[in-house]
Structures are given as structure tokens and as C-alpha cells.
């Protein structure tokens, strides 16, 4: 099985507008399949620099002297960047959210198409799993999760039901299953399940956050020019990468001077970019993809 297929692959790279000569950092590995596509675009003086966190993403690192692979979160960009004496780079690209062998490995607790302990780790090195949220977080910050990350309306009642259920461990999927049963509607099950899972897995990872910390770091990265090419497959992370690039902010608006104008870091590049309905057929999960394109203007 292949271990994640890269979506919007010609259409991302293209977003960063390549030069041969340039370094380029993939903050998000996976498979590969990015930053291979970066690579053939590359000459043999420039240079790919790729981050994942997960230990799985190891076995797929490229043999080629211009790549790089650093088994670290991305938040941490700009510190890995540093240590490997790169304080400038020439674009940056992202396809946030669990990759396809993350939902694939039944073992992960990913999915809920499996029964396995409740995890939902990317990177084995967090401290918090899936099993910890369920059992320890209090009603209050069930409530909020399922609210904010889940978008579910029924937050408050579903985290009652988990804290009332907690007479034993909620170890696995199947329990999780069990005890949230009577809010899963029988046309829409695995709809309301993936909410529910989403929002217990973006607390897991940090995402939000993660994302948040990553792009606060990019204009003093990247060169005058240099471009962000960036997927959300959510809201949640569609609407950060948006305000950002909008207005260098995540909440309010920036400042104006005495003539009224403001001072952003970025400027898009074209409009939102979805899969084509062929791309979406060969590859299911594309289908919630949106890329977003910004290119570095001067301060």
C-alpha cells in the first residue's frame, strides 16, 4: 500500500514557482511524494530541506546529496533550519493534517475504521495520547475540544457522557465507540465519529497550535519573493492559513499608519486552488484539500 499519495501534486510545487539554483524546506514529508517532485525541479546546487515527526516517515528518506530529512516537528522550522546554517530560503510547502498511512496503520488509533488503544500520536515522543485526553481531561475541556476542534453542537452532552462513563478505563476505539453510541445518528455515524475523533486528535498533536507557531516563523524565512504553498484539509487549519496570509494575524486586523495603508508580510498568489473531480476519484481523501499560495513581499 502506498504509503500516503501526494495531492495536488503538480499544483503545489508550482505554487512555490522553483528556482533550479534555490533551498526549499517540505514541512511535511510523509511519503515523500513533495518533495520528490521538488527535487526533479532542482539543480545540483539547490537544496531541499524536509521535516516529519513521525518516526514511520523515516524509512522514506530520499538518497540524494541536495536532501535533507529532519525528524523533528516543524514548529521548530526555524531553530533546524539554523542549526544546518540556513537563515534564508527560497519557498516553503505544507499538507497539514494525519497522512493516508496514518489513517491507515490500525495501530495508530487513527481511524475508526479499526478497533486499537486509543493513541492518535504523530510522533511517539508526545507525552499526551488519545487514552490520556479521554480519561483525565475534565468535562470543561472535553466540551471545548469537541466544540472548538470538533465542531460538534452536541459538545456539552457528549462530554458528560464520557466523564459519567469513566467507572473503567476508556482503553480502546471500540470502547470510545460504545460509550458515545446513542449520539451517532444511523444516517450519519461515521460523520459524526470522524468530528469527534478530529477533535480529540487535534489536541493530541498540538495541530492548531503547531500550524500557528509554524507560520509566525515564515516572513523572517523567507527571501522577498519567496513563496508559501500551503493544504488545509479543514476549516480549522484553512482559516489560519487565510488570515495569515491575509493580514499577518490570526485574530483582528493590522494597524494602519497615518496614510492608511498596512504593512503585511505576504501577498496571495492566484485563488484558492481545489482537486479536479479526477483527482478527487483517484484519491478520496483530496476531496476536503485547499491550497493556498503567498509570495514573501518587502518589509
Known amino acids: 500500500m502506498e504509503y500516503h499519495k501526494p495531492v495536488l501534486l503538480k499544483e503545489t510545487v508550482d505554487g512555490l514557482n522553483i528556482n533550479p539554483d534555490g533551498v526549499y524546506v517540505d514541512v511535511t514529508f510523509g511519503g515523500g511524494g513533495h518533495s520528490r517532485e521538488i527535487l526533479s525541479r532542482l539543480s545540483g546546487k539547490g537544496r531541499l530541506f524536509a521535516f516529519d515527526q513521525d518516526e514511520d516517515a523515516l524509512k522514506n528518506a530520499i538518497e ?27 519557498g516553503i510547502l505544507g499538507d497539514f493534517g494525519v497522512s493516508s498511512h496514518q489513517f491507515d496503520e490500525a495501530g495508530r488509533g487513527f481511524s475508526i475504521r479499526f478497533d486499537a488503544d486509543l493513541d492518535m500520536r504523530m510522533s511517539k515522543k508526545m507525552k499526551n495520547s488519545a487514552y490520556d485526553v479521554v480519561n483525565s ?35 480502546t476505539i471500540a470502547d470510545l465507540k460504545e460509550v458515545v453510541d446513542r449520539f451517532l445518528p444511523k444516517h450519519a455515524e461515521h460523520k459524526v465519529l470522524a468530528k469527534i475523533f478530529q477533535g480529540i486528535r487535534i489536541e493530541v498533536n498540538e495541530e492548531l497550535k503547531v500550524i500557528e507557531e509554524f507560520l509566525l516563523q515564515t516572513p523572517e524565512l523567507l527571501d522577498e519573493e519567496g513563496r508559501l504553498s500551503l493544504i488545509s484539509y479543514h476549516s480549522l487549519e ?52 485547499k491550497l493556498r499560495i503567498a509570495k514573501r513581499i518587502k518589509d
Do not use: C
Open 64 to 90: 540524494d546529496e541536495r536532501f535533507v530529512l529532519i525528524h523533528e516537528n516543524f514548529r521548530y522550522i526555524k531553530r533546524f533550519l539554523r542549526f544546518h546554517g540556513v537563515r534564508k530560503v527560497d
Open 137 to 171: 481531561y475534565s468535562e470543561e475541556e472535553l466540551r471545548r475540544l469537541f466544540s472548538v476542534y470538533g465542531e460538534l453542537t452536541n459538545a456539552k452532552a457528549i462530554a458528560e457522557q464520557i466523564v459519567n462513563s469513566r467507572d473503567e478505563d476508556i482503553k
Open 238 to 289: 484553512d482559516r489560519l492559513v487565510k488570515r495569515f496570509i491575509r493580514s499577518g494575524m490570526f485574530e483582528g486586523e493590522p494597524e494602519k499608519d497615518f496614510y492608511g495603508n498596512i504593512s503585511v508580510p505576504f501577498k496571495k498568489v492566484g485563488k484558492m486552488i481545489v482537486p479536479s473531480k479526477e483527482e478527487i476519484k483517484l484519491n478520496n481523501r483530496a476531496r476536503s484539500a
